[in-house]
């Protein structure tokens, strides 16, 4: 992992319990520490056995003498990957392409991880990403002498793609991907790959939290509730928020009450601030920050609508958890969210960046209760036979050649004890 516990990215954590729950000892390792120390109350157990790199510069340099006169061979196999994984990037240093430049700086503190892993016995090594983790997994693989798998999402594969993807991907005891969108345009882009080596795993969610309200969100008969929309995205331009605030302004015109609450952050928490508390979107907008996972359970059970305006996405767990919640959900017909979100069954599908066709799909939804309760019905529905974040942890387990047994045991017993040592990296 880049940065552990961070709360935009719960599915890291989910992953890792859901993995653990097939048997499957994991040791949490992260490149740094997150910047703010915002995460989940499950997070805070992980954290505390998490290992980070030391960033000790004598203690780094006297364990890479150590390991390069102990282990030559493995130090220079490991050391050459810093010219050959990222060749294109030696000469830029735009954000996500300057990946060359961090292995080399990272590279000697990976060595003082490796020797730590080695002394608990790690046998595989899984990134999280195929970027910046998915470079240092293959370094420590190369010094531990052992496996190493991959998962790609969207970013880093598409935004940011490391220059040797498909050496990744063919080098991996196994690759797997979050959607069949995913899938088929790195099948489509690498036609040399077999598509066996790609795999789709489908992300899940904790199905006994995230659950509809035990009453009815229509409220007390005769009374006028005013709906509640909800949006959980990080604060970014892929998520689209400027097109919430506009679909936000044009129900606000035509005179459809509602309150939109927002939640999460980033770079563009101040714009949005601003657009939040200028006419007509005052009272109606509100930024509520970063919010802990139970907060948002609580959240989704009490809200009407739950709102998703991306222009780009691999597989969004926030649309997952809406759904779960007995959520109508509305979102962006692009990439991975047509797999979750059926037009007309479970939400409604809209063209990215058209907060027209945004706003009517709401209109459509507030005006008639009896069908969004339907909607909601289907909505729960459609995740619980294969949304399930215990799926995800049978299926990246049984991919482990020691894992297939444990996950087979797991699935009618729940583990007491690990048996074997994943680095989730």
């Given at each position: 992992m880049t940065a552990f516990p961070v709360i935009s990215e719960t599915f890291i954590l989910r992953e890792i319990e859901s993995v653990e729950g097939?048997?499957?000892g994991v040791v949490p390792v992260s490149l740094r520490h997150p910047w703010k120390r915002v995460g989940h109350e499950d997070a805070e157990r992980y954290a505390?056995?998490?290992?980070?790199?030391?960033?000790?510069?004598?203690?780094?340099?006297?364990?890479?003498l150590r390991f390069l006169f102990?282990?030559?061979?493995?130090?220079?196999?490991?050391?050459?990957?810093?010219?050959t994984g990222h060749p294109k990037s030696w000469f830029c240093i735009r954000r996500g392409r300057s990946a060359a430049w961090k292995t080399l700086l990272?590279?000697?503190?990976?060595?003082?991880?490796?020797?730590?892993l080695s002394a608990l016995s790690v046998r595989h090594c899984h990134a999280t990403s195929v970027a910046i983790s998915g470079t240092a997994t293959i370094i420590l693989t190369r010094l531990l002498g052992g496996t190493y798998s991959m998962t790609?999402?969207?970013?880093?594969?598409?935004?940011?793609?490391?220059?040797?993807l498909q050496r990744r991907i063919t080098q991996a005891l196994f690759f797997t991907t979050v959607s069949e969108d995913n899938r088929a345009r790195i099948l489509a882009r690498l036609p040399s790959l077999h598509p066996s080596a790609v795999r789709l795993v489908r992300e899940g969610v904790r199905l006994d939290r995230f659950?509809?309200?035990e009453k009815s969100r229509a409220g007390a008969p005769g009374r006028v509730e005013v709906p509640i929309l909800v949006t959980v995205a990080r604060l970014v331009p892929a998520k689209g928020h400027d097109v919430i605030v506009a679909a936000a302004r044009l129900l606000a015109h035509e005179g459809i009450?509602?309150?939109?609450?927002?939640?999460?952050?980033?770079p563009l928490r101040s714009a949005l601030g601003r657009?939040?508390?200028?006419?007509?979107?005052?009272?109606?907008?509100?930024?509520?920050?970063p919010m802990t996972q139970q907060d948002i359970q609580v959240l989704l059970r009490a809200a009407t609508l739950f709102v998703l305006a991306s222009r780009s996405e691999g597989l969004p767990v926030a649309l997952i958890e809406a759904l779960a919640s007995g959520l109508p959900c509305v979102a962006t017909r692009v990439s991975g969210i047509p797999e979750i979100v059926r037009d007309g069954v479970n939400g409604l599908l809209v063209p990215a960046d058209n907060p027209s066709s945004l706003a009517e799909a709401i209109v459509r939804l507030l005006s008639d209760p009896g069908w969004r309760d339907r909607v909601a019905l289907a909505a729960r529905s459609s995740v619980e036979r294969d949304r399930d974040v215990r799926l995800q942890g049978h299926a990246m387990a049984t991919l482990l050649p020691w894992g297939g047994s444990m996950a087979r045991h797991a699935m009618k017993n729940p583990p007491t004890a690990s048996s074997s040592s994943v680095i989730s990296e």
């Open positions: 097939q048997g499957v505390r056995r998490t290992l980070y790199p030391s960033f000790n510069l004598a203690r780094a340099a006297l364990v890479n102990s282990s030559p061979r493995r130090y220079l196999y490991a050391a050459a990957y810093i010219l990272l590279f000697p503190f990976l060595v003082e991880l490796a020797t730590r790609g999402r969207h970013s880093d594969l598409w935004s940011y793609p490391p220059d040797d659950h509809p309200p009450g509602f309150r939109w609450l927002i939640v999460g952050d980033g657009a939040a508390r200028t006419p007509p979107l005052d009272g109606r907008l509100c930024l509520l920050g």
